[in-house]
C-alpha cells in the first residue's frame, strides 16, 4: 500500500492550488488523486472571469489576496503565468440595487479594492457598446478581467513537483476510508493511499464522497452554459468584462474577435450533478443572440463557435465550505465555490496548507465552515442567492 503526508482528491483549481501550498510548506509527500487529468472538470469549463467587488470582508479579503499572487506570480509560484488579461470589469445595477452595489464598493475600497461606482454616462466612456436601459450605475474595477485557469493549474503543478507534489492522475478515488471518526486514506482505482489528511477538493463530484462517511453537505447543483462567439471582421471589439445584473447577460472579450457570453437560464438546481456535457441546441442560442440584441447588438449576429456547459455547486449562502469535515478528523473540505470561486482559490490554497499543518492563516476562514448552515451562521450577499455573491 502507498503511503502519503496528505491525499488531495482533485487536480481541479482548488486541489491543485491546496497541494501546491502543501507540498511549499514542506508538508512531506503530497499525493494530487484525479480521476481524469489536470483542469478536466469545471475549471476547463469556467468563464475565468477576476473581480473583487463582493458582500463581505472575508471574501473581499480572500479576493485581494488572490489578486495579489496573479501579479507577482513568478515570484510566488516561480513556473508559468496565470495569464491573466486586465480588462476592467464592469457590475451594471438597476435602481433597485444601487445601494448594495454603492455598499460593496464602499466596502471593497475601505479594503484596499480600486473600485468607483460609476453613472450610465461613465459606464458609456467605459465601455461604449453597452445598451444602458435599465441600467442605473455600475461598479466599476479597472483591475477585473480574466486568467487562464488551465495555465495556473499547469503551473501550480510543475511548481509543486519536486517539492513533493506526486500526481497521480486518470485514477478515480473509489472510498474514502476511515475508522470510526478518523480518516485513513482513500481507495482509488489503482490501490489504496494511506494518508493521516484527506483533502476533498473534487468539486461538484466531492459531496457525494464524504456521504458515505456521514458528511451531508447542503450543496445543489445547477448547469450554466456559455457562448464562445467570434466578432465578424468589420464588427467593433468589446473591451470590459460586463455583468448585466439588469438583465442576466454575463460577457467578456476573450483574445482577439473572440468573446464569451453566459445567460442565466431557468434551471432548477438537483440534488446530483447533471452530466457536464450537453449538446448545442437552438433554443439557447436564441436566448443568447436576444440578450446580445438588447444589451450588447454589436455582437447580436457574431459568429456561434460553440457552447460551453458547466456546472455550479451552491450552498444555501453561495459561498464555499472550508475547513475540517464535522465528525471526521483528518478530513479537510474545500467544496461548494458557487460559480464564483476561482479567483479565491490562490488565497485559499494559502489558508487550507496553514490549518492543514497547524498553523495561523494569513485570513481567518473560520466563518467558512461547514457547520454555519446549521447554526444559521450565513455569509452575507448584498444582491441576495446567486454567484454575483
Ligand atoms: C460555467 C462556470 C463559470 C464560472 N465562472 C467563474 C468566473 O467567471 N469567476 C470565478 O471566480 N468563478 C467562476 N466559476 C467557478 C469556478 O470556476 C469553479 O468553482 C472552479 O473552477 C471549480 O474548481 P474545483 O477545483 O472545485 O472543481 P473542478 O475543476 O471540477 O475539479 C474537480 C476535479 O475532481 C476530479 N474528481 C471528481 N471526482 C473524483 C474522484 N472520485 N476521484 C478522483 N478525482 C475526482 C475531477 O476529475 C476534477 O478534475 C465558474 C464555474 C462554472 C461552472
Not at 472575508?58 to 486586465?86: C, H, K, M, Q
Not at 461598479?139 to 506526486?166: H, N
Not at 468584462?241 to 438583465?247: E, P
Not at 496553514?354 to 444559521?376: K, N, T
Request: proline share 6%.
Amino acid at each position: 500500500m502507498e503511503t502519503a503526508d496528505a491525499v488531495v482528491i482533485g487536480a481541479g483549481i482548488f486541489g491543485t492550488s491546496i497541494a501546491f501550498q502543501l507540498a511549499k510548506r514542506g508538508a512531506g509527500r503530497v499525493v494530487l488523486v484525479d480521476r481524469s487529468g489536470p483542469a478536466s472538470g469545471n475549471s476547463g469549463r469556467t468563464f475565468g472571469q477576476v473581480r473583487r467587488h463582493y458582500s463581505n470582508e472575508l471574501t473581499i479579503r480572500l479576493a485581494n489576496r488572490g489578486f495579489e499572487v496573479l501579479r507577482d506570480w513568478s515570484e510566488e509560484v516561480g513556473v508559468g503565468d496565470p495569464g491573466y488579461v486586465r480588462l476592467g470589469y464592469l457590475l451594471m445595477v438597476p435602481s433597485g440595487s444601487v445601494e448594495a452595489c454603492m455598499g460593496n464598493v464602499e466596502l471593497g475600497r475601505s479594503l484596499g479594492v480600486d473600485t468607483t461606482f460609476v453613472t450610465p454616462e461613465e459606464i458609456a466612456g467605459i465601455e461604449p457598446l453597452v445598451v444602458l436601459d435599465g441600467v442605473a450605475g455600475a461598479s466599476y474595477e479597472p483591475d477585473g478581467g480574466f486568467v487562464d485557469v488551465t495555465k495556473m493549474i499547469l503551473s501550480w503543478l510543475a511548481a509543486g513537483i519536486g517539492r513533493g507534489l506526486s500526481p497521480m492522475l486518470g485514477s478515480a478515488v473509489t472510498a474514502i476510508d476511515a475508522d470510526g471518526d478518523r480518516v485513513l486514506g482513500v481507495r482509488t482505482e489503482h490501490g489504496a493511499i494511506r494518508s493521516p489528511i484527506v483533502v476533498d477538493a473534487a468539486g461538484v463530484w466531492g459531496p457525494a464522497l464524504v456521504e458515505p462517511l456521514g458528511v451531508r453537505l447542503p450543496i445543489s447543483f445547477i448547469r450554466l452554459r456559455m457562448a464562445r462567439l467570434r466578432q465578424l471582421a468589420s464588427g467593433p471589439l468589446l473591451r470590459t468584462a460586463v455583468t448585466n445584473a439588469a438583465g442576466g447577460l454575463v460577457m467578456r472579450p476573450d483574445r482577439g474577435p473572440l468573446a464569451l457570453a453566459a445567460v442565466y437560464e431557468d434551471e432548477v438546481p438537483s440534488a446530483q450533478p447533471p452530466d457536464l456535457d450537453r449538446a448545442d441546441d437552438p433554443a439557447f442560442e436564441g436566448l443568447v443572440r436576444r440578450a446580445l440584441a438588447q444589451r450588447v447588438p454589436a455582437y447580436a449576429d457574431a459568429a456561434w463557435e460553440g457552447t460551453v456547459s458547466g456546472i455550479y455547486d451552491a450552498t444555501p449562502d453561495w459561498h464555499p465550505i472550508i475547513g475540517w469535515a464535522p465528525g471526521m478528523e483528518g478530513l479537510y473540505l474545500a467544496l461548494g465555490w458557487s460559480g464564483h470561486g476561482l479567483k479565491l482559490a490562490p488565497a485559499v490554497g494559502e489558508v487550507v496548507a496553514d490549518e492543514i499543518l497547524g498553523r495561523e492563516p494569513l485570513i481567518d476562514v473560520s466563518a467558512l465552515r461547514a457547520e454555519r448552515f446549521e447554526e444559521g451562521r450565513l455569509m452575507r450577499l448584498a444582491y441576495g442567492p446567486g454567484a454575483r455573491a
